[in-house]
């Protein structure tokens, strides 16, 4: 709720805090942060960009804009496929790749439109958890899956 704390694992210390009051985040609420092999970290808050967050440097917010509203509510943020995945609590999900962003919703097939969850795995599978179902985006050819999963009945998946 008060944005995004580095702390230093051996002194126990604060090394550096990025928030929206500093003018560094666009929204204080951090629903997940994706760590990079680089040492970055993409940020699921409040937004209508990618932001990523570089330790030592600044925040970068992307170009390429999400779709949706203003006050897209970031739930999950991963990297695979050469995209930066965002899932958002109500308009699917975006993939940015460079500067195009695409969106896949439940209109193309997606279990729903809240994603609380993204995994991407080597051979291009972009699996997503949602309230009570799963869905499966194929990132080489575009087809979309749904699936509902009776043993979550009220979970969060």
């Not at 790749?97 to 279990?111: A, E, Y």
Request: aromatic share 8%; glycine share 14%.
């Amino acid at each position: 709720m008060n944005g995004v704390s580095i702390i230093d694992a051996v002194t126990g210390r604060l090394k550096e805090y990025y928030s929206m009051n500093q003018g560094r985040l666009p929204f204080n609420n951090t629903n997940k942060l994706f760590l990079t092999p680089s040492g970055s970290s993409w940020v699921a808050t409040q937004s209508i960009t990618f932001d990523r967050i570089i330790p030592g440097s600044d925040v970068i917010s992307s170009s390429a804009e999400m779709g949706g509203s203003r006050r897209n509510k970031l739930l999950s943020v991963s990297e695979g496929g050469g995209y930066v995945w965002a899932g958002t609590e109500g308009y699917g999900l975006f993939g940015m790749s460079g500067d195009t962003v695409i969106n896949i919703t439940s209109s193309n097939g997606l279990f729903n439109d809240k994603v609380n969850s993204i995994l991407v795995d080597a051979s291009g599978i972009v699996g997503l958890g949602h309230d009570r179902g799963l869905s499966m985006y194929n990132l080489s050819s575009g087809s979309v899956r749904g699936l509902s999963t009776d043993f979550a009945r009220s979970g969060q998946c």
